[in-house]
């Protein structure tokens, strides 16, 4: 691993989730997000509990007191007006007391209540915080598999991009496609006023996010109608293996709490989300690929998405070839890993979410990767991670070929991982 001050870094991670709490909730970067972020929140959760464990729990009820009463988790929560960010409250216009966008984010809130739980040296806080935001983690989980399975095949759809947290990932080009962007009520971007547009989506795919947004509302953003209705539903394996793996704790934090009528629900939908996931996996790239339910087949995009399920407790054949192509992506692309094949020619080393590295999503690989015994794989990933900030800061992603720090800066969630990776490597030596 590149040399450095270990203290130092941890400072410095530590300043900048401090300098970007806003009491209640943090913000995920100055200018381009300021705002709550529903998984940016939950993630975050994770590096303030080094800190403050009462601050961390309180992350999670601030993000859950927006929960809308059909059981969905927002993605963003407007707290404050800032005319920094587009789309604003005003084109969601969804109508909750507290303005929040109308979709979700990966619901990475199952593990992360595990992790605080199970790590917590305040175990009658941890107790009392955990037992209070369990029935709502369980109310969200069976709202996927109600509204966004509504043929109870096991797997969920997202119906708009930004649900993946993967915005721009190839996965999403072919589905684009069914989205028409007539109609969309002229706009301006403020995501390039803060961030080189090279390293942002392009126009034509935020027409089509917009368009989305128009047409749910038009539905008055009733989710009933909105998974049917929608002419992008996509089943992301990544989001799905986020989905199994937070219902896998939920139940273990169930059975924990003695709650057994959440833990014998859990269990019940992994069973069968667990088996379906299998219907994702592809022969010939060696890993899980997208699904798209509007045109009925799966989707030839070779994505960091097919490599999440090593999170999901797939079988050991399986963690075999995805640790395989982890280490494989990595010897292309010397920091690892990518959020996209470096081998397929739609590889764009800085464009987002279609080539770059994001920590969060090596620290979830890396998890997986150690429960299922590859060990010296997570490890690599994890020091990987940690030379990434040596060379590019506290970036929001990185170019995974030359390790530059893109997009945003002085960024949450990764001054939160690099919280836990710290203390994980401290643990490891
Ligand atoms: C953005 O605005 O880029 C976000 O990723 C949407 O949640």
Known sequence: MTHFDKPAVFARAAAILRDNDRGAYTIPTKGLYPFQW????????????????????????????????????PHIVFHVPDDGYFPGPDVWRTGRPVPTSGITQPPVLGFVLHRLFEEASDRALAEEKARALLPKADAWH????????????GLVAIIHPWESGRDNAVDWDGALTAVPSDGVVPYVRRDIGHVNAGQRPHKAEYDRYIKLVQIFRDLAWDNARLHDASPFRVVDPGFNAILIR??????????????????????????????????????????????????????????????????????????????????????????????????????????????????????????????????????????????????GGFAEYYDPLSGEGLGGGAFTWTAAMVAELITIARDDS
Request: aromatic share 10%; charged share 25%.
């Open 38 to 73: 529903n998984w940016d929140s939950c993630l975050t959760a994770l590096g303030l509990r080094h800190f403050d464990e009462a601050r961390a729990w309180l992350e999670i009820e601030t993000l859950m007191a927006h929960q809308w009463p059909d059981g969905m988790v």
């Open 246 to 391: 937070s219902d896998e704790d939920l139940a273990d934090l169930a059975a924990t709490l003695g709650e057994p009528a959440i833990e014998a629900a859990a269990r019940k939908r992994l069973a069968l989300s667990r088996a379906a996931l299998e219907r994702l996996w592809s022969e010939s790239h060696s890993q899980y690929v997208a699904f798209d339910r509007v045109a009925g087949r799966p989707v030839d995009s070779a994505s960091v998405g097919g490599l999440l399920p090593v999170l999901a407790g797939v079988e050991a054949s399986r963690m075999q070839a995805l640790a395989r192509r982890i280490r494989a992506w990595t010897e292309v692309a010397r920091f690892g890993v990518p959020s996209h094949d470096p081998s397929d020619p739609r590889f764009e080393p800085k464009r987002y979410w279609r080539g770059p590295i994001w920590l969060i999503v090596n620290y979830l690989l890396a998890d997986g990767l150690r429960r299922a015994g590859f060990e010296e794989d997570a490890i690599l990933v994890d020091a990987n991670s940690l030379a990434l900030i040596s060379e």
């Open 142 to 153: 069976r709202w996927f598999y109600t509204m966004r399975d509504p043929a109870g095949e």
